[in-house]
T-cell receptor
Framework: DTAVSQTPKYLVTQMGNDKSIKCEQN?????MYWYKQDSKKFLKIMFS???????INETVPNRFSPKSPDKAHLNLHINSLELGDSAVYFC??????????FGPGTRLTVL | AQKITQTQPGMFVQEKEAVTLDCTYD???????LFWYKQPSSGEMIFLIY??????QNATEGRYSLNFQKARKSANLVISASQLGDSAMYFC???????????????FGKGTMLLVSP
C-alpha cells in the first residue's frame, strides 16, 4: 500500500479554470502538508494541517483553499488558475522526528 | 527564520566512489532537525536520513551518513560506494524543532544534482 497517494499525477488545464488535487495518507499521522516545487526545483511549504485544522498558511493566494475532511485526507482546490501556478504540488505527512513522507506529486500545467 | 544553503548545483562522481554533498544551515532555534531527501528523475521525494541537533553521533543509514558539525552549522551528506541509481537531485532540509510537536514544516535548500558515471 502506498503511504501517501495523490490524484491526479498530471493536470493540464486552461487559465481561469478551477481544479482540485486529492491527497490521502495511510500512516495514521495527524499532520499533513502541501508543498509547491517550482520550475527551478525549489520546494516551499504552502499549508500545514494538524488533525483537520489549518496550522500554517504561508502567504499563499486565497485562490488556493485546502480542505481536510478527516485526518487521512488533505485536498487542495485552486480557483481561477494562473500561468504562474504551473508547478509540481506535493502532499506530505509528518513522522515522529518531523521528517515528512511525500506523495508522488501532481504536475500542474496551466496553459 | 531558518535558511539552508547548498552551494553545489551539480556534482559528478564515478561509480563505487564516495561523494560528499554540502549543506550549511542558519537558525536561531535551540533545537532542530536536519534531513536529506533524494529526488530522482521520476519526481518522487524520498526521505534518506535524519539528524537531531542534540544527537551526539552522526546519523547513518546504509550507504548514507550525515556529517554533522554543529559549531560550523553544517550537515553534509556522504554517500559511500556510489551507484548509478544514486543519480538524482538531493535536498537538504531542516525543521525548527525536534519530534513531538506534530507539525513542523521543512525548509529546503536549492538542491544538488548528483550524476554517477560508470
Amino acid at each position: 500500500d502506498t503511504a501517501v497517494s495523490q490524484t491526479p499525477k498530471y493536470l493540464v488545464t486552461q487559465m481561469g479554470n478551477d481544479k482540485s488535487i486529492k491527497c490521502e495518507q495511510n500512516l495514521g499521522h495527524d499532520t499533513m502538508y502541501w508543498y509547491k516545487q517550482d520550475s527551478k526545483k525549489f520546494l516551499k511549504i504552502m499549508f500545514s494541517y494538524n488533525n483537520k485544522e489549518l496550522i500554517i498558511n504561508e502567504t499563499v493566494p486565497n485562490r488556493f483553499s485546502p480542505k481536510s475532511p478527516d485526518k487521512a485526507h488533505l485536498n487542495l482546490h485552486i480557483n481561477s488558475l494562473e500561468l504562474g501556478d504551473s508547478a509540481v504540488y506535493f502532499c506530505a505527512t509528518g513522522g515522529p522526528y518531523n521528517e515528512q513522507f511525500f506523495g508522488p506529486g501532481t504536475r500542474l500545467t496551466v496553459l | 527564520a531558518q535558511k539552508i544553503t547548498q552551494t553545489q548545483p551539480g556534482m559528478f562522481v564515478q561509480e563505487k566512489e564516495a561523494v560528499t554533498l554540502d549543506c550549511t544551515y542558519d537558525t536561531s532555534d535551540p533545537s532542530y532537525g536536519l534531513f536529506w531527501y533524494k529526488q530522482p528523475s521520476s519526481g518522487e521525494m524520498i526521505f534518506l536520513i535524519y539528524q537531531g541537533s542534540y544527537d551526539q553521533q552522526n546519523a547513518t543509514e546504509g550507504r548514507y551518513s550525515l556529517n554533522f558539525q554543529k559549531a560550523r552549522k553544517s550537515a553534509n551528506l556522504v554517500i559511500s560506494a556510489s551507484q548509478l541509481g544514486d543519480s538524482a537531485m538531493y535536498f537538504c532540509a531542516m525543521t525548527p524543532s525536534l519530534g513531538g510537536t506534530g507539525y513542523s514544516t521543512l525548509t529546503f535548500g536549492k538542491g544538488t544534482m548528483l550524476l554517477v558515471s560508470p
